[in-house]
């Protein structure tokens, strides 16, 4: 088939596309291109300077012992962030799944967290997580007080470093774990029930049937769960903002780059770091776009 | 922070504006924040500039932050003596809510971008604006209408100074807050039986008397207010003129001085509530309202949040003196108003700024502001207990300028020394603070 055939019968679509097509091309690919463009060069204060400065923005960063906490700090959040939501996850959609009363009403409970703006999260937490002691104990602390749990009351995510982050992934985790849950329960529905009983037939417990046929099956379920919330944690911002404002000691990339872009007006640097968080997220999004688009040829 | 910003009205103001911030940066497709456009005065249906305005006409455009509580109510009588003034102009109000500036700063830097400057916008006078907008050539000198409108003779001779470079002055103060003020409850102080400290060694020993009761010495807030604390150490335990030096080039990061503040520095967070990074300013200031902790160190937009909780300054419910060791020194940052180059309705512009300076236009923003203007001839019976004696003070006392809000360094210079705050509250250790607050210096400030 040739091009100018292909153009004939395709046209309809391809002129529908075209709009988005030119306004992806232009507001992210080109806005990605310019950031890295400013990043390479030596742009601080107000007026644009291009001058070429190579990778030197990156270098300093390496170097910059905020940065090198802004990492750590992200690992720290991915982690238990990830960790939390998939595990929770999982369990709260397998209970679902053995056909409990009100299925129904238990979804939408679990799921209603993720209706919620991470900004109105972060305030609620911040409330809950209030390390005031004393006369002054109040939110989660209090709770646990007056339960006569004392031994867990904690400074949250004032905590030491670094696990003074692992709390800031609790309001987090407590936000998307009811989407997680949904990925899984959609997931254990596609398994045809059919395998399950044969492996009953064959004598598998219960236990094995999990792990030998259904949590294999999930493993799809379990990549787009943790392509969304990686992507989701390696940019984290209004939550943390919400919560703690600008503590350094809970600092992530995101936060480093406002300030660095709108407090300190050195935009080349400010880019370097948006450019690193790309890359960083491109490592987690690209290798799986590659996997669903040679899936898709197959098909 | 910004967190490096003072006097949110509403403390949620600035979580619901980075809200906004956030819908709209992190997903491209929807379209940047509307700039709020409220036309005040006398406006013709759905004006829009006209272009190439002709002299002594048209539209003035002010761009602040201000747009809650007194600020926003102080900005609107403002305008209300420029409009019975200047009724062929009308004011179009572009005030950018939320964070207390940083929001607004960045969408200016959009607009000077563009080549779009609005005729005046709000600054903190000092190295903040001079640091930013004089380095990239966006403001004109204003030293003219300095001489025309006789402000020499009203203003303190170091104001000017310190909100000059290379001998041109680049703004017009409208007005002057306190940052070195330590507020209290003298009823409550009396039950404890203790002083207000009036230096930094006397404050420590009266904060372990403190503790020793179970009061917490020293309310403090987030970060910003960390760094607002650590200027006033670095003022009473070094002195005006040390403090000078270390912003102007001439002072010495390295020096055992330094260290032996930021020692004290150190040893003040040691009194301070544990749950300090979880407060905004307001919540730290109520602490001691409520009893739980004896002094806070803030600006004295506090005293205006104690008078919206029903307090009177003239009837002893709350006190306030100077920080401890900075008697006698006022410490000041300024809002002020500037003049763009290339800006459209120059005329306009001037006729804004003439009123801003005017005696009429600062009485008529600074007592609902809850502040002091910057001349020192106000009406003074417009004004409450606290702003009269901040008033003797400001005709009195030596002048410091304030840090963290952008008197003394450029925006650069401060977001260094604050991350070198952030890293030294997590790990304390004084050496590698003061060597980074070296290097900060160096890199970002006047330091060889």
């Known amino acids: ?299 | 922070m910004r967190a490096l910003v003072w006097r949110p009205s509403r403390a949620l103001a600035p979580v619901l504006a980075l809200a906004l911030i956030v819908a709209c940066t992190t997903t491209p497709a929807t379209s940047p924040a509307p700039t709020p456009r409220q036309t005040a005065g006398q406006s013709p249906a759905g004006g829009t500039p006209p272009a190439g305005t002709p002299s002594g006409s048209g539209e003035v455009e002010i761009f602040s932050w201000w747009t809650a509580g007194g600020e926003a109510d102080g900005l609107e009588a403002m305008f209300e003596v420029f409009a019975d003034r200047h009724p062929e102009y009308q004011i179009v109000n572009a005030a950018v809510a939320g964070g207390a500036g940083t929001n607004a700063r960045a969408v200016l830097a959009t607009r000077l971008a563009q080549g779009d400057p609005p005729e005046s916008w709000q600054g903190h006078a000092g190295q903040e604006l001079i640091g930013t907008y004089v380095a990239a050539d966006q403001l004109e000198p204003l030293n003219f209408l300095f001489e025309e409108e006789g402000w020499l003779d009203v203003m303190p001779e170091t104001l000017i100074e310190q909100i000059s470079s290379d001998g041109n002055i680049w703004s017009v103060p409208v007005n002057i807050h306190r940052a070195n003020v330590m507020w209290y409850v003298p009823a409550n102080l009396e039950e404890w039986g203790v002083e207000p400290p009036t230096s930094w060694d006397e404050f420590l020993s009266t904060a372990q008397t403190l503790q020793d009761a179970g009061v917490t010495p020293l309310a403090m807030g987030e970060q910003w207010t960390t760094l607002h604390l650590f200027e006033t150490v670095l003022l009473g335990e070094l002195g005006h003129e040390a403090y000078a030096a270390l912003w102007d080039g001439t002072g010495d990061w390295n020096s055992a001085e330094l260290t032996a503040a930021l020692e004290t520095f150190s040893q003040v967070l040691d009194y301070t509530n544990d749950d300090a990074s979880t407060l905004p300013w307001e919540q730290a200031a109520q602490l001691v309202l409520d009893g739980d902790a004896a002094f806070n160190i803030m600006g004295d937009w506090a005293e205006g949040y104690f008078v919206s909780q029903g307090l009177d300054p003239a009837d002893g419910s709350f006190g306030w003196a100077a920080a401890p060791g900075s008697d006698g020194v006022f410490q000041w940052l300024s809002d002020s108003f500037v003049l763009p180059s290339g800006v459209d309705n120059r005329e306009g512009a001037l006729a804004w700024l003439r009123i801003a300076g005017s005696k009429e236009g600062q009485d008529a923003f600074n007592p609902v502001k809850g502040s002091i203007p910057a001349r020192t001839d106000p009406d003074r019976e417009l004004y409450d207990a606290y702003l009269q004696s901040a008033m003797d003070d400001w005709e009195s006392n030596e002048l410091a300028g304030s840090l963290t809000h952008g008197v003394v360094a450029n925006d650069a210079w401060k977001v260094g020394i604050d991350t070198a705050l952030g890293l030294f509250l997590a790990d304390r250790d004084v050496t590698v603070f003061q060597t980074a607050l070296a290097v900060a210096c160096t890199a970002l400030g006047p330091c060889e």
């Open chain 1, 1 to 299: 088939m040739t091009a100018a055939r292909a153009l004939r019968r395709h046209w309809v679509p391809i002129a529908m596309l075209s709009p988005s097509i030119v306004l992806i091309g232009l507001f992210v690919y080109g806005f990605i291109g310019w950031s890295l463009r400013v990043s390479l060069s030596e742009w601080q204060g107000l007026i644009p300077d291009y001058t070429w400065a190579g990778l030197a923005n990156f270098a300093d960063l390496l170097n910059d012992r905020r940065f090198q906490i802004d990492i750590r700090n992200t690992v720290v959040f991915t982690t238990f962030f990830i960790g939390g939501c998939v595990g929770l996850g999982l369990v709260l959609a397998i209970l679902l799944d053995r056909k409990v009363p009100a299925e129904s009403f238990f979804r939408s409970v679990f799921l209603f967290p993720l209706a919620i703006s991470l900004i109105v999260t972060g305030v609620a937490w911040r409330w809950l997580m209030n390390p005031s002691t004393g006369q002054r104990t109040t939110g989660l602390n209090l709770l646990l007080d007056s339960l006569g749990l004392d031994a867990l009351m904690s400074a949250w995510h004032t905590s030491e470093p670094p696990w003074g982050m692992a709390f800031v992934a609790l309001p987090a985790v407590w936000q998307m774990t009811g989407f997680t849950m949904a990925l899984f329960l959609a997931g254990l529905r596609s398994i045809p029930e059919e395998l399950k009983e044969a492996a009953r037939v064959d004598g598998a417990s219960e236990l094995q049937v999990y792990r030998r046929i259904v949590l294999p099956l999930l493993r799809p379920a379990l990549l787009s769960a943790l392509i969304i919330l990686g992507h989701l944690s390696l940019k984290v911002f209004d939550l943390i903002i919400a919560l703690s404002g600008r503590d350094l000691r809970l600092d992530v990339p995101a936060i480093y780059m406002w300030t660095t872009t709108f407090d300190a007006n050195n935009y080349a640097r400010g880019a370097a770091i948006g450019i690193f968080m790309l890359l960083s997220v491109a490592i987690l999004v690209v290798p799986y776009l590659v996997w669903s688009m040679r899936r898709e040829t197959e098909l």
